[in-house]
């Protein structure tokens, strides 16, 4: 399953920020607490927390409506990053987004629009409240991914992968010791570039962009296809 796809009615992506000092970092499990022992939720109300390491952390489960925003819930993801004040002790509102954390929610946003195409909309708590969250322009800064997500490859979800402990690039490895295997093999090499090709680009561009999966699956259509041709032939020089 596609950790990404909301599996509910969205239009939009809403960023939010958690007011936390500049340099402090907070947990999930720390901003959970807030949400639920502070405020009587049942649940933390974001969907994802970004961490100064630039982590992407699942909160609440997307397929739930979130608590994010009073009347704005329904229909909405929940996005939020660690910070948005300055370490002045008064609060000041901030941009305090590390490096790490501009890549990673680019990169979560992304993600979900490619997961759920029908979402029109990125926003920020502050363009329905009368507060600063997330402390910058997130409809401006994050509108041309609007416009470019259709020219993107499609997001294929590793999640379960990584969180198993078994890594990502493992799968490179068991496509290669199953050349013997050819049906099986064809058709995982089949499956990734129709994945990465479902967006309109070509399959020898596709497979460009999975590198290193790309090389590999060449690799093993081309010994794929030559298993099949000496079957074949051994079939016919033996009358089989």
Not at 48 to 74: C, K
Not at 154 to 161: G, I
């Amino acid at each position: 399953m596609n950790r990404y796809h909301a599996g509910r009615q969205v239009n939009e992506i809403i960023v939010h920020c958690a007011a936390t000092p500049e340099g402090r970092d907070v947990d999930v499990a720390t901003i959970r607490r807030w949400h639920v022992e502070g405020n009587g939720w049942r649940d933390i109300g974001y969907h994802f927390v970004v961490t100064l390491d630039g982590v992407v952390h699942a909160a609440r489960p997307i397929n739930q409506t979130g608590a994010h925003v009073r009347g704005r819930n329904r229909g909405t993801i929940g996005v939020c990053y660690v910070g948005g004040v300055a370490n002045d002790g008064r609060l000041t509102p901030k941009d305090t987004r590390t490096p790490a954390q501009k890549a990673a929610l680019e990169q979560l946003l992304r993600d979900l629009l490619r997961a759920n195409p029908e979402i029109s909309r990125i926003s920020g708590h502050r363009d329905y409240a009368a507060k600063a969250c997330p402390s910058f322009d997130a409809a401006a800064e994050y509108r041309p991914l609007l416009d470019r997500r259709t020219a993107e490859p499609r997001f294929t979800d590793h999640s379960q992968a990584e969180e198993s402990g078994t890594p990502a690039h493992q799968s490179t490895t068991t496509i290669a010791a199953g050349v013997s295997g050819t049906a099986a093999t064809v058709s995982t090499v089949a499956y990734a570039a129709r994945e990465a090709t479902e967006g309109g680009r070509s399959l020898m561009e596709a497979l460009g962009d999975m590198w290193p999966l790309g090389v590999a699956a060449l690799v093993i259509v081309g010994a794929a296809i030559w298993i099949i041709k000496e079957r074949r032939r051994h079939a016919r020089e033996n009358g089989i």
